[in-house]
């Protein structure tokens, strides 16, 4: 049987839907292993949080997430600058991660053939499971 001891659940604090976040902490729950919720500052984006810290991020999950939920979770919040996909491996690698759980809104044809998402690069990226949600 696999076992996950920490699961990482990259969050994007621009994004309006991060329904996903919820099935993550309910697997780690399931599972009863540790979520890192990292936020990644991105060059390409133009670091749209310059003010980012652990505390930004945990707000934002305390908006999507009921407080029930929380309060049983094992939660380490995280940020970071540079290129998501690069961070998120390094964090990977620094974190012992054993699976990684990411939200994937769907975008259309056109967008879709002129840009990877973040899930796809991780993807194509990392040597670990990679589960992905659609956003509701």
Do not use: W
Not at 58 to 87: C, P
């Amino acid at each position: 049987m696999l076992e996950f001891k920490n699961i990482l659940y990259p969050i994007d604090l621009d994004s309006e839907k991060i329904s996903s976040i919820k099935t993550a902490l309910e697997f780690a729950q399931l599972f009863n292993c540790r979520v890192h919720i990292l936020y990644v500052n991105d060059i390409e984006a133009g670091y749209r949080h310059p003010a980012d810290h652990e505390d930004a991020v945990a707000l934002k999950v305390k908006e999507v997430v009921a407080a029930s939920l929380l309060e049983i979770a094992n939660i380490t919040y995280a940020v970071s600058k540079g290129d998501t996909v690069e961070e998120i491996v390094k964090y990977t690698q620094a974190n012992h991660i054993d699976m990684i759980i990411i939200g994937h809104k769907h975008r259309g044809r056109l967008y879709a053939s002129l840009f990877d998402s973040t899930d796809v690069k991780l993807i194509d990226n990392v040597l670990l499971p990679v589960l992905v949600i659609p956003e509701q």
